[in-house]
């Protein structure tokens, strides 16, 4: 087994969320996969195993501290990247298609960029009352700096909070332990004319009850575009910025297109490449 090392979605070297990328782990079950992945201490590890359905390229196991998830961004797409890195063909070459928990997720390529298909939302809708005010006291987040607050569950169980605006994103002082199981998103808009769009902030429990805020956060960012386009606080395409509160420097292309698909996008690369695991 050999293991790689990838940063995703950093504005430049370095500065996104690192992931380590496990090949051929056939010896590993679930539990060693887990351990592992706590051991790590980053927010996902993934293992590479052979698809099963003919129209995958490839099929992977998306691991973070507290479990197994069916689907996460920025390990598609950093997980992506070390396939090919290390030899992977795909039937169309400019289209991968990744089988995970949720199914087959397409990635486009460009020469500078990959990008995942987003998933469809398992829930979507507003928040009750109840659900708003736990979430907004969860995150510590001030009643008059939310403007709505929404289901984003695309896999991990998002809910999302939309505030005034990017500073007020970036003022949220969350606590340090939570509920297992909290999944919580900040979105809110930058001033025109700014290099992004959006500032967003992700915070997630680890196994032991830990609040964890991630660095840069694919899938929570995916389920947003969904919610910013289909509200029309969005057209077209965006970058949003995320995990300057956790000292990186994240930017994520979020775009739809004709079909009213969204993609969303950021640079890879390696860090480190085919360490050997005992």
């Not at 501290?65 to 400019?94: I, K, N, Q, S």
């Not at 109840?130 to 008059?144: C, G, W």
């Not at 004319?193 to 967003?200: I, K, L």
Request: hydrophobic fraction near 45%; aromatic fraction near 6%; glycine fraction near 12%.
């Amino acid at each position: 087994m050999k293991l790689d090392l990838v940063d995703v979605f950093g504005a430049d070297g370095n500065t996104g969320n690192p992931l380590a990328v496990v090949h051929d782990p056939q010896a590993m079950d679930p539990d060693a996969m887990l351990a592992l992945t706590r051991w790590l201490g980053f927010s996902e590890t993934t293992f590479l195993i052979p698809a099963t359905d003919p129209a995958a390229d490839y099929q992977v196991r998306i691991f973070y501290p507290a479990g197994e998830l069916p689907f996460a961004g920025h390990p598609t797409l950093g997980t992506c990247h070390a396939w090919l890195e290390a030899g992977g063909v795909p039937r169309d070459p400019t289209r991968i298609v990744q089988q995970c928990g949720v199914g087959l997720v397409p990635v486009a390529r460009t020469s500078d960029m990959l990008s995942f298909r987003a998933p469809p939302l398992v829930r979507s809708g507003p928040l009750s009352e109840a659900e708003r005010a736990e979430v907004a006291r969860l995150a510590n987040v001030p009643a008059e700096a939310i403007v709505d607050a929404v289901h984003a569950n695309n896999g991990p169980g998002w809910q999302l909070l939309r505030l005034r605006s990017a500073a007020d994103v970036l003022a949220v002082d969350p606590p340090a332990r939570a509920p297992l199981g909290t999944d919580i998103g900040l979105v809110g808009p930058h001033p025109a004319g700014s290099a992004s769009a959006f500032e967003v902030r992700a915070f997630f429990t680890d196994g032991n009850g830990r609040l964890v805020e991630d660095p840069v956060t694919g899938s929570l960012n995916a389920a947003t575009a969904q919610y910013l386009f289909g509200a029309g606080l969005a057209t077209g395409s965006y970058t949003a910025a995320q995990g300057r509160m956790t000292g990186c420097d994240g930017r994520v292309e979020a775009r739809i297109d004709a079909d009213g698909q969204v993609w969303i996008g950021g640079r890879t690369a390696t860090v480190a490449r085919g360490a050997e695991l005992a």
